[in-house]
T-cell receptor
Framework: KQEVTQIPAALSVPEGENLVLNCSFTDSAIYNLQWFRQDPGKGLTSLLLIQSSQREQTSGRLNASLDKSSGRSTLYIAASQPGDSATYLCAVQGGSEKLVFGKGTKLTVNP | GAGVSQSPSNKVTEKGKDVELRCDPISGHTALYWYRQSLGQGLEFLIYFQGNSAPDKSGLPSDRFSAERTGGSVSTLTIQRTQQEDSAVYLC???????????FGPGTRLTVT
């Protein structure tokens, strides 16, 4: 059974800092990995999707990497801003179509 | 373009009543998913529809839960004889095809009193 773990559970940083969020998964036989952002009381916003054959994806200040063999992914956020404050969720898709989610990292960027 | 929409946004119901939650996927998306997000449990898969294939119901927690997708578009999740443990946010997602990027709706917050 696939399990996804995100560390840390919460993170507080000053504005402008670069930061890394971690995601690990137990079964390396994944098809893709997706990073989401969730604001309080809202749905999920897709940030980046990495196919299993890819090593990284970039979108603006965000960069996600994938090391499938070791079961790890990182989300790098450059020059953090208060508007980046949210919960970040990592999810993997394996042989079945469903996404298996981690419990998220709650990020607070302080002005 | 229009994203995934869900209705109602909030639903309060009494224990034992039936509820229906609606999801309108992105036009042209063949795959549709239901997930549930509850405190302490995180996000859990409930059910998946792909085109005209039989749905994957492996995540439904009990036989009180059912879902249908009419005409390959709109989906309804029905919970019969609601219990307090059904209180959660129910999220719908769609993707162009299976194993493509999933796009989520804003969710329906269900409270069972």
């Amino acid at each position: 059974k696939q399990e996804v773990t995100q560390i840390p559970a919460a993170l507080s940083v000053p504005e402008g800092e670069n930061l890394v969020l971690n995601c690990s998964f137990t079964d390396s036989a994944i098809y893709n990995l997706q990073w989401f952002r969730q604001d309080p009381g809202k749905g999920l916003t897709s940030l980046l999707l990495i196919q299993s054959s890819q090593r990284e994806q970039t979108s603006g200040r965000l960069n996600a990497s994938l090391d499938k063999s070791s079961g790890r992914s990182t989300l790098y956020i450059a020059a953090s801003q208060p508007g980046d404050s949210a919960t970040y969720l990592c999810a993997v898709q394996g042989g079945s179509e469903k996404l298996v989610f981690g419990k998220g990292t709650k990020l607070t960027v302080n002005p | 373009g229009a994203g995934v929409s869900q209705s109602p946004s909030n639903k309060v119901t009494e224990k034992g009543k039936d509820v229906e939650l609606r999801c309108d996927p992105i036009s042209g998306h063949t795959a549709l998913y239901w997930y549930r997000q509850s405190l302490g449990q995180g996000l859990e898969f409930l059910i998946y529809f792909q085109g005209n294939s039989a749905p994957d119901k492996s995540g439904l927690p009990s036989d009180r839960f059912s879902a249908e997708r009419t005409g390959g578009s709109v989906s309804t999740l029905t919970i019969q004889r609601t219990q307090q443990e059904d209180s959660a946010v129910y999220l719908c997602a769609s993707s162009l095809q299976a194993k493509y990027e999933q796009y989520f709706g804003p969710g329906t917050r269900l409270t069972v009193t």
